[in-house]
T-cell receptor, first 116, second 113 residues
Framework: GAVVSQHPSWVICKSGTSVKIECRSLDFQATTMFWYRQFPKQSLMLMATSNEGSKATYEQGVEKDKFLINHASLTLSTLTVTSAHPEDSSFYIC????????????FGPGTRLLVL | GENVEQHPSTLSVQEGDSAVIKCTYSDSASNYFPWYKQELGKGPQLIIDIRSNVGEKKDQRIAVTLNKTAKHFSLHITETQPEDSAVYFCAASDSGGYQKVTFGTGTKLQVIP
């Protein structure tokens, strides 16, 4: 149980295009999902907290107009990187909080984004 | 906000030996401390967690201890195996409504066969 999936697992795009990443909780409901970014050999940095049915909460320094988050259901959140640039190349990871297990967060496998 | 420090950044042990990773946190209101294992190119995997009302928790070869007074917690892996090689992250949960998790800087563990 407690499986989180992400799609796609990797994506290569041209500079200036937009990329959408999906995060799904497969066997549990998650009113809260989190989006992280991880650069090589670094820790995970929280970008935003995604809440079902309401606007996401962004961390300081994260542009909400560039990283669009939609949490339309209890099992799906999407992150859209708009007008991607090479510096947006990173490993994007989502997590979902299982309501039945209090604070426990389960992570997806990550999405590798390369912007050319 | 919460700040989590983690040491060491790298750790090499011989197979069968024990490995210890230590973390400190700054927010005395934090009450949930998970540990994650991340293999190359994959997302973090929860391996054990502890809540502030418990001082120690064990799961087979893995144990975690928590000292709330000193605001530090540690991960202990006994009888290490090559498949334990990975990056390990400690974390502390924000006491706010969304219970955000703040990660430590990570420890790269290498178990030498």
């Amino acid at each position: 149980g407690a499986v989180v999936s992400q799609h796609p697992s990797w994506v290569i795009c041209k500079s200036g295009t937009s990329v959408k990443i999906e995060c799904r909780s497969l066997d549990f409901q998650a009113t809260t999902m989190f989006w992280y970014r991880q650069f090589p050999k670094q820790s995970l940095m929280l970008m935003a907290t995604s809440n079902e049915g309401s606007k996401a909460t962004y961390e300081q320094g994260v542009e909400k107009d560039k990283f669009l988050i939609n949490h339309a259901s209890l099992t799906l959140s999407t992150l859209t990187v708009t007008s991607a640039h090479p510096e947006d190349s990173s490993f994007y990871i989502c997590s979902a909080r299982d309501l039945s297990r209090q604070e426990t967060q389960y992570f997806g496998p990550g999405t590798r984004l390369l912007v050319l | 906000g919460e700040n989590v420090e983690q040491h060491p950044s790298t750790l090499s042990v011989q197979e069968g030996d024990s490995a210890v990773i230590k973390c400190t946190y700054s927010d005395s209101a934090s009450n949930y401390f998970p540990w994650y294992k991340q293999e190359l190119g994959k997302g973090p995997q929860l391996i054990i967690d502890i809540r502030s009302n418990v001082g120690e928790k064990k799961d087979q070869r893995i144990a975690v201890t928590l000292n709330k007074t000193a605001k530090h917690f540690s991960l202990h892996i006994t009888e290490t195996q090559p498949e334990d090689s990975a990056v390990y992250f400690c974390a502390a949960s924000d006491s706010g409504g969304y219970q955000k998790v703040t990660f430590g800087t990570g420890t790269k563990l290498q178990v030498i066969p």
